[in-house]
């Protein structure tokens, strides 16, 4: 049960980081593209750089914030404020025809998708924890106490007498 929570967590954690290398991928083949470099007035080199790496940038900054707010806050709060804000900075993006509005706006949306990113990890990993117990509570053998209850008297002492032969104290 220990190798599957991992392997779920791992998955479902680096499905969640795997949000950073979408985002640089989709970028890089965006600012290649004529439309974008017409709007931007052909921009340098290191400046089309800037506009890509930025967003690494507001991922730093949003963990540092997320590491202070990000408790008070709970984890699904946290996620919907990072949603938001992503979203926010994903409209800006779609809407700036200059290069400064341009790294603003990339920065904002790595503000929301580390906490997004962050704060998805722990509930996961919270879920999963459940979803495990759940599996073990199934597996488990029958209650004694549950038949009894009913006045099903026999059907109790069968499953007692089956625990008491093979579960003795050492």
């Not at 049960?1 to 392997?7: D, Q, S, W």
């Not at 404020?81 to 949306?109: E, K, Y």
Request: proline share 4%.
């Amino acid at each position: 049960m220990a190798g599957t929570l991992l392997y779920l967590v791992t998955l479902l954690t680096a499905l969640g980081f795997m949000l950073i290398g979408f985002d640089n991928g989709v970028m890089g083949g965006i600012i290649n593209e004529a439309p974008f470099q017409t709007t931007f007035y052909h921009p340098s080199s290191s400046l089309l750089g800037t506009i890509v790496a930025i967003y690494d940038i507001g991922c730093c900054l949003g963990s540092i914030i997320t590491a202070f707010v990000g408790e008070k806050l709970g984890r699904k709060r946290s996620i919907m404020i990072g949603a938001i804000v992503m979203l926010g900075g994903a409209g800006f993006q779609a809407c700036v025809s200059s290069a400064d509005a341009m790294i603003g706006a990339r920065v904002v949306s790595g503000l929301g998708m580390v906490q997004v990113t962050r704060r998805s990890v722990m509930l996961l990993m919270s879920l999963a924890q459940a979803a495990v117990y759940l599996i073990r509570i199934q597996l488990l053998p029958p209650d004694p106490e549950l038949p009894s209850s009913v006045d099903r008297c026999l059907r109790g002492r069968a499953v007692l007498t089956h625990y008491s032969h093979h579960y003795r104290p050492a």
